[in-house]
């Protein structure tokens, strides 16, 4: 899994796979689901991220790696 913050446009993508994407579907005003031709989720595109989540801090539970906590 990949997460990207683009500061220009304010966007954040998160990529749950490498697969190349066929299909998008706006969940919401902003949010878009990104779909492989399978039907699989492989990305999710947040516009206006600073406004829907809070990006000064990620925190990672109960992954491979132990509980982590990454502030800005």
């Known amino acids: 899994m990949k997460i990207n913050y683009y500061p220009d446009t304010d966007s954040l993508y998160i990529e749950f796979s490498e697969k190349e994407s066929s299909e998008s579907i706006e969940i919401s005003e902003g949010v878009v689901l990104d779909y492989d031709g399978e039907g699989a989720l492989v990305g999710m595109d947040i516009d206006n991220a600073r406004k829907k989540i ?18 800005a």
């Open 54 to 71: 809070n990006l000064k801090e990620l925190i990672l539970n109960k992954l491979p790696i132990e509980s982590q906590k990454l502030s």
